[in-house]
């Protein structure tokens, strides 16, 4: 059975052949064709409304991908990954800086500062906003699920000592700075004091903790709150607003040791593609009305005064929002290296 | 007569895995030996610290102090892959008999059912009972409905989750080589041992799983080493609380920034399922019957 | 009679069907959801095809899902072509033993090595030698890691030519490569296929490889489908999923029934 040559049918290999030449002309028409901008950003920030505003108004094709804690964030850009946006916290900033992550911002972008309320003004770590230019701030407290427990929340002493053989049913974040700073606050220490007296009492407070905490990522924390996962959880104020949305049951609690207060900025990575269009970019976010539906989307408080009278009434006066007189606000800012790697290490015990 | 020049054709696959594949192993194989830049990355000094990590772990001062933690991490994974592989030899081995013991055309059709699975994406069946364990998933609303609890049972995020993951992932790996073996099987023994009145239980004991031996050990092997080396069952259903070796490989690139470490652990992983896997070939060529 | 046919073990039929049920459990659980209207995956309120709007809506599932089809069907043709290349070689070719030895431990170590491990050090050198090929950086991890699953079936297929036809073919045709073309190569045609079908679904459902490769916009739909997953289980994404596993199905059977007509 010798199978005849022409038989031998060329249809396969015409096929193949047409396949790979559509594949490849309809890849590169696609990819040529528009400009693209890179965001890289809080997964609470991903407003895919404002973003297609965006595109809208300036035929920017815009390209999202999310974090959910600073570490994740400087571990994608050390690992080379090129985004022309990004939301660093304060916090972070001297670091990306001191790695050569960030590029300076232009003096238009700078220049926008103006507007902003009083109490973002020059922050500690870029005063003069040359890296980094403020776009939210907030506050980190406890969330409570009042339909999951009836306990009376009032301090970070009641969040972190808990009783005995309780099942795992809190929620911790995985931003090791903002866990660090918080468990400073419930130790009455300052933040980024690096003594190893302090150091040890950090680990014993996140170890004495552990048996109680049901996840430790920031990763959806706030779906699993509005979800009835956990009980108790430690919340970023913005995240907070938006979950009690969707779940009416979850209220924001302001403990008596204080909260930490926290800014993040829009900044431009030194390997972006496209700085033009990171330009356009944070101009167009920061106009008050987009300011504001930004604003509105995250839950968090916008830097921009003029963006505020544009914010709808119930945001306006939710607690999240107000930050009580009689709590002390603790601004987080960047530690030292050394304490940095220290708290590195607390981590990496707590996580084994 | 055949074919000329087999180099030839050889070149552009030797070409392709010896950039892509050959030298970023070598790479990781260096990275091992080098010094871990503080945010990520690695500084390009010679260093043992990614290996002397598995021993001694800097304390909060930076001074290096003999602990156990990684070892545990170690143990604990090469346990979860242990009892995998028993679920899945008590599973698997059942379900191969089944089918070889079904009429030959209807074989065929187990064959497809069993593998139907193994081809569908892993992340995807995995996903899959995150819909079935979760507190308000398949199996509490089910068990809630039918009155059987009161409230939802913590099913997710634990070693109970990861555990069935695994299990899950790995179960056709585990009934294909069996089964085969089953199939290749001299049945008359089987019969012989029932003629002399040995009851079932023995027949099973003394003859069958015996016979069977190359095909369990090697559907152990084709568990073992995945589970090993698996990521996404105890990121999904684990809850950054259960650890295998590749969620800690993989951590060490990300959140604890540590290449070297990161590279040491693949070293290590990598140089044992290798020398493994050396001294089955050595010893099984039933094992490898099975495997084919 | 030397068959297993008709041999009882008590209590391994139940096990059986057991073992069956656990494996498509979640399969079906992910595909009956999909026509779950609900907001809630797993709260059942109505069927219907809301969420497979809502996925089609999303723009991120849609580049995803095309970057998938882009990067399966280039690996696919890449590696079978070099797995077909590298079967006839491995199989009738004069090289020594350590060539031999070489070619076919190249083949078989990555399904040796810890899929982690590939990703991870495939990361690291792509970032120490700069490649920026956006999509084409997946594209390159994929065809290394799908050649060994074209591989096989052709390689299996090539050895049930029996060597009569080689020497039939090389009969009728003076010129070697004439000879391929016309005898070997419509015979080893269902092997092709299947070793096609085979890297495409492997490519396709490739994760963890993937995830640590891809560039900012080059997420394929695994990915996109964990990255969506970690915020919060969604109906778009159960959609996308049953769409993924629906293909990875159809594929399989494809590849069986086309396997099972050419050994008629």
């Given amino acids: 059975m010798i199978p005849q040559p022409k038989e031998v049918s060329r249809f396969p290999q015409i096929a193949i052949a047409v396949v790979i030449l559509l594949g490849a002309i309809g890849y590169f028409v696609m990819q040529s064709r528009t400009e693209k901008l890179y965001i890289y950003t809080w997964d609470t920030y991903a407003d895919t409304e404002l973003f297609a505003k965006f595109e809208k108004e300036t035929g920017i094709r815009v390209v999202t991908e999310v974090y959910s804690s600073n570490d994740a964030l400087l571990a994608k850009l050390k690992s080379g990954a090129r985004y022309d946006i990004i939301s660093p916290s304060g916090n972070y900033v001297p670091l990306l800086i001191e790695e050569n992550l960030l590029q300076p911002l232009p003096d238009e972008v700078r220049a926008l500062a103006r507007d902003f309320s009083e109490n973002v003004r020059n922050p500690a770590y870029d005063p003069e906003y040359r890296y980094a230019l403020p776009l939210f701030y907030g506050t980190t407290g406890i969330a409570v699920n009042t339909s999951m427990t009836d306990e009376k929340i009032t301090s970070w002493e009641d969040f972190f000592n808990r009783p005995a053989k309780e099942a795992p049913s809190i929620g911790m974040l995985d931003d090791t700075s903002t866990v660090m700073a918080i468990g400073a606050i419930a130790l009455a220490r300052k933040n980024c004091d690096g003594s190893e007296n302090t150091l040890k009492m950090l680990e014993n407070l996140l170890q004495g903790q552990k048996p109680s905490v049901k996840t430790y990522s920031a990763n959806g924390y706030f779906e699993r709150l509005a979800a009835n996962e956990v009980a108790l959880q430690l919340a970023w104020s913005g995240d907070v607003y938006t979950a009690r949305q969707e779940n009416p049951a979850i209220k924001y609690i302001y403990p008596k040791e204080g909260v930490e207060l926290w800014m993040d900025s829009l900044a431009i990575p030194s390997a972006a593609q496209n700085l033009e269009a990171a330009v356009k970019f944070i101009d167009f976010v920061m106009q008050p009305k987009n300011a504001a539906a930004y604003s509105n989307f995250s839950g968090n408080i916008p830097t921009s005064r003029a963006a505020r009278n544009f914010l709808p009434g119930d945001i306006q006066r939710a607690p999240e929002f107000n930050i009580p007189a009689n709590v002390a606000t603790h601004t987080s800012f960047a530690c030292p290296p050394e304490v940095v790697q220290a708290y590195g290490r607390i981590w990496e015990n707590l996580m084994r | ?292 | 009679m030397n068959t297993g046919t008709n041999h009882h073990m008590p209590g391994f039929g139940m096990a059986a069907f057991l073992g069956i049920v656990f494996l498509y459990l979640p399969i079906l659980a992910v595909l009956v959801f999909s026509f779950n209207t609900g907001r809630l995956v797993t709260v059942w309120e109505g069927f219907g095809f809301s969420a497979y709007a809502d996925a089609f809506h999303n723009a991120d599932l849609r580049r995803a899902a095309v970057n998938s089809m882009i990067v399966a069907t280039g690996a696919t043709i890449s590696s079978t072509l070099l797995a077909l290349m590298a079967a006839v070689a491995m199989h009738r070719g004069q090289m020594g033993r350590l060539q031999k030895q070489t070619a076919y431990t190249l083949m078989t170590l990555p399904l040796l090595v810890p899929e982690v491990v590939i990703a991870v050090t495939t990361m690291a050198f792509f970032g120490i030698i700069g490649l920026r090929l956006g999509l084409g950086n997946v594209l390159i991890a994929h065809i290394v890691f799908c050649i060994p699953f074209a591989y096989a079936p052709i390689r299996a297929r090539l050895g049930t030519i029996p060597r009569s036809m080689h020497e039939a073919a090389t009969d009728l045709y003076a010129d070697p490569w004439r000879a391929f073309r016309h005898v070997t190569l419509p015979l080893l045609m269902p092997g092709i296929t299947s070793g096609a079908l085979l890297a495409f679904i492997t490519s396709l459902d490739d994760f963890i490889i993937t995830q640590m490769v891809a560039p900012p916009g080059a997420a394929t739909l695994p990915v996109q489908i964990y990255n969506m997953v970690k915020k919060g289980i969604k109906p778009e994404i159960n959609a996308a999923a049953s769409l993924l596993l629906a293909l990875s199905v159809a594929i399989v059977l494809l590849s069986y029934y086309l396997n099972r007509r050419s050994t008629r």
């Avoid at chain 2, 609890?149 to 997710?156: G, K, S, V």
């Avoid at chain 2, 993951?165 to 023994?189: C, H, K, N, Q």
């Fill in chain 2, 1 to 292: 007569m055949t074919l000329a020049r087999p180099h030839k054709l050889l070149l552009p696959f030797f070409i392709i895995m010896g950039l892509f594949f050959v030298l970023p192993l070598g790479l990781g194989l260096i990275y091992s030996f080098l010094k871990a830049a503080p945010y990520g990355g690695v500084i390009w000094e010679f260093s043992w610290e990614g290996y002397k990590r598995f021993f001694f772990v800097p304390d909060l001062s930076g001074v290096p102090v003999f602990d156990t933690g990684y070892l545990e991490i170690i143990f604990s994974s090469v346990k979860l892959a242990v009892i995998t592989t028993i679920l899945c030899v008590f599973i698997g081995f059942p379900t191969a008999w089944y089918m070889a013991t079904r009429p030959p055309k209807q074989r065929d059709l187990w064959i497809v059912l069993v593998t139907i699975p193994f081809w569908t994406n892993l992340l995807i069946r995995t996903y899959a009972w995150i819909l079935i364990l979760r507190n308000d998933g398949l199996a509490n609303t089910i068990l809630g409905k039918a009155g059987l609890i009161d409230a939802p049972l913590q099913l997710l995020y634990n070693e109970f989750a990861v555990t069935l993951g695994l299990v899950y992932s790995y179960l056709p790996f585990m009934i294909l080589p069996i089964y085969a073996t089953l199939e290749r099987m001299d049945w008359r023994l089987i019969e012989a041992s029932e003629d002399l009145y040995a009851n079932k239980a023995r027949t099973l004991w003394h003859i069958i799983l015996p016979l069977c031996l190359p095909g369990i050990l090697a559907g152990s092997v084709l568990v073992f080493i995945p589970a090993i080396g698996s990521f996404l069952a105890a990121d999904m259903l684990g809850g950054s609380k259960q650890m295998m070796l590749g969620n800690l490989i993989e951590r060490q690139f990300f959140s604890s920034r540590n290449w070297p470490f990161g590279a040491a652990i693949s070293v290590v992983v990598m140089g044992t399922v290798l020398f493994g896997l050396m001294l089955i070939a050595k010893r099984g060529q039933g094992i490898k019957d099975a495997l084919r």
